[in-house]
């Protein structure tokens, strides 16, 4: 059973930075290992639908960002485990939302496995 942990949510001021990170594990329904073509953040703010922030593929390290955060966060990971991290840099309000990290499998269409999410607060 594939997992995706997150980490790093929580309540900050504008301004201020926080580090999100997410760890997947386990075995695809086939039993294999899951292995990547990519992972990435999404997020949902309150009365609105889920939308992309941040991918990158695991071969290569091509990164996207959403225009709204170019310059201000970061994708990262570490390539000898499924982990993926997301450095927020001068956070604003509109940043608020449920932070979610997915992961798109080989062999599978798109971001199939999510995590359960972590709320990220920015105050004015």
């Known amino acids: 059973q594939v997992r995706l942990v997150e980490s790093g949510g929580g309540l900050v001021q504008a301004g201020d930075s926080l580090r999100l990170s997410c760890v997947a594990s386990?075995?695809?329904?086939?039993?294999?290992?899951?292995?990547?073509?990519?992972m990435g953040w999404f997020r949902q703010a309150p009365g609105k639908e889920r939308e992309f922030v941040a991918s990158?593929?695991?071969?290569?390290?091509?990164?996207y960002y959403t225009d709204s955060v170019k310059g201000r966060f970061t994708i990262s990971r570490d390539s000898r485990r499924l982990l993926v991290s997301l450095q927020m840099n001068n956070l604003k309000p509109e940043d608020t939302a449920v932070y979610y990290c997915?992961?798109?499998?080989?062999?599978?269409?798109?971001?199939?496995?999510w995590g359960q999410g972590t709320q990220v607060t920015v105050s004015s």
């Open positions: 990158m593929r695991w071969s290569g390290g091509t990164t």
């Open positions: 386990g075995r695809t329904l086939s039993g294999r290992p899951l292995s990547v073509v990519a």
């Open positions: 997915a992961a798109h499998p080989i062999g599978g269409d798109n971001y199939s496995y």
